[in-house]
């Protein structure tokens, strides 16, 4: 059974951040590749970063590149998201998921098999 849950998200101000994490329970991060989507009201969802299986291979969106940095450690199964530079566009519900192995430059449209609920973050003017 493979449970995945997301916290810290919140409100902050424009140029804030914030860190988001993700724990996973009932896989193995070190076989796995674990990706952070956004979806915002009215929008489609949409792929942010992913990382790989060694943590060694990342990818960003455009929109949030250079703002935001993917982590992850194996060894607690936690996956991190660094949000610098908020901006009001990042308001979102920010969900993470996991897929066996590897990501790839498509890899937001490729299959993730376990999702979290979701943490909102909420960018303010």
Known sequence: QVQVAESG????????????SCHASGLRFDETALGWFRQAPGKEREGVSCINWSGRDTYYSDS??????????NANNTLYLQMN?????????YY????????????????????GQGTQVTVSS
Not at 12 to 20: A, C, D, P, Y
Not at 86 to 92: F, G
Not at 96 to 115: L, T, Y
């Open 85 to 93: 530079s908020l901006k009001p566009d990042d308001t979102a519900i």
């Open 96 to 115: 993470c998921a996991a897929r066996p192995w590897g990501c790839s430059d498509s890899w937001a449209n490729i299959k993730f098999h376990h999702w």
């Open 9 to 20: 998200g919140g409100a902050v101000q424009t140029g804030g951040s914030l860190r988001l």
């Open 64 to 73: 949030v590149k250079g703002r935001f940095t993917v982590s992850k450690n």
